[in-house]
């Protein structure tokens, strides 16, 4: 059975930081492009941020550039999130999730087939 198990959510202050770790029981794990995003009530899941499936090639919501970084380990089957400077707006239930294999690359939540159970990140100002 596939899974994907995430860790280190919290409350932090704003401009604090978090990593969120994603474990993954996956045996292609290496094979797919891993991607974070997030959900506030009431509305859709957003992209946060992508990673080739060897660790070379990040993508990022644009707004999230340089406070975000995204890092893989295939020898751990794990893929983090590490927010910097973080803001109330980020307040968010953060998924990791795992591309369908030979898909490309995609910001779409409907190409990943795998998906964590979501972890809270709570920001207080």
């Known amino acids: 059975q596939v899974q994907l198990v995430e860790s280190g959510g919290g409350l932090v202050q704003a401009g604090g930081s978090l990593r969120l770790s994603c474990a993954a029981s996956?045996?292609?794990?290496?094979?797919?492009?891993m991607g974070w995003f997030r959900q506030t009530p009431g509305k859709e899941l957003d992209f946060v941020a992508r990673?080739?499936?060897?660790?070379?090639?990040?993508y990022y919501a644009d707004s999230l550039k340089g406070r975000f970084t995204i890092h893989r380990d295939n020898a751990k089957n794990t893929v983090s999130l590490k927010l910097n400077s973080l803001k109330p707006e980020d307040k968010a239930v953060y998924y990791c999730?795992?591309?369908?294999?030979?898909?490309?690359?995609?910001?779409?939540?409907?190409?990943?087939?795998?998906w964590g159970q979501g972890n809270q990140v709570a920001v207080s100002s």
């Open positions: 996956l045996r292609t794990f290496s094979d797919r492009v």
């Open positions: 999730a795992a591309l369908r294999l030979r898909h490309g690359d995609s910001e779409s939540p409907d190409e990943y087939e795998y």
């Open positions: 990673i080739s499936w060897n660790g070379v090639i990040t």
